[in-house]
């Protein structure tokens, strides 16, 4: 018969062996569940992240915004419906992407919606051709603060309802003539050098 030390010492590292075995085990299933609620999630969200382009009034007129209400705008670079603003462009004028097929809200029109691939692989919204963008200086819905500017190259403008820029009045729209110099130089505008 073996001392009663020996055995406790033996009963005593067969329950560590144990409890590590269904530490593991639990780990195991912990992890295995975890994955399938993030797959469940991500195939989810793959079917609720269509975009939706709807319209909003504004100063503007009645214009292009995304669900959140904040305006979409057309780049004058973009051509054959493809995007030219990617890298740091794209992260001054955020693209409008969609997982599936876009959304026309109400007053959109649904057969002017289209997608676009981009460089790096993902689907971007198109309204009547123009690639979709947002401006990240528009920190509230309805802002337009990207009205006109010029940026990467070209001009950005706010969507409307058709599908064509909007081209907001200028408030320098006023044209003044220089006044007229008698010199002879060659100077058109005074004062010259």
């Known amino acids: 018969m073996q001392p009663k030390s020996h055995r ?16 593991v085990a639990v780990t195991v299933v912990a ?3 975890a994955g399938v609620l993030a797959a469940v999630s991500v195939a989810g969200s793959a079917t609720r992240s269509s975009a939706t382009v709807s319209l909003r009034k504004t100063a503007l007129g009645t214009i292009l915004v995304r669900s959140s209400g904040h305006t979409l705008y057309l780049f004058e670079k973009d051509r054959s419906g493809k995007s030219a603003c990617n890298a740091s462009c794209a992260q001054f004028w955020p693209p409008l992407l ?3 097929k876009p959304t026309a809200g109400p007053g959109v029109k ?18 009547n051709k123009h690639p979709l963008y947002s401006f990240a200086l528009d ?4 802002q337009t603060k990207g009205e006109g500017s010029f940026a990467f190259g070209a001009k950005w403008y706010v969507v409307s309802a058709r599908g064509a820029a909007i081209l907001a009045a200028s408030t320098a729209s006023t044209t003044t003539t ?5 010199t002879t130089s060659n100077c058109a505008y005074p004062p010259c050098p």
């Open 8 to 23: 406790t010492g033996v009963d005593a590292a067969r329950s560590v062996a144990r409890h590590r075995m269904i530490a």
């Open 178 to 182: 220089p006044p007229a110099t008698t």
């Open 98 to 100: 969609s997982q599936g």
């Open 31 to 33: 992890l295995s569940l």
């Open 110 to 127: 649904a057969s002017l919606l289209g997608t676009t691939t981009r460089t790096n692989g993902s689907v971007q919204v198109t309204y």
């Open 139 to 142: 920190k509230q819905a309805g």
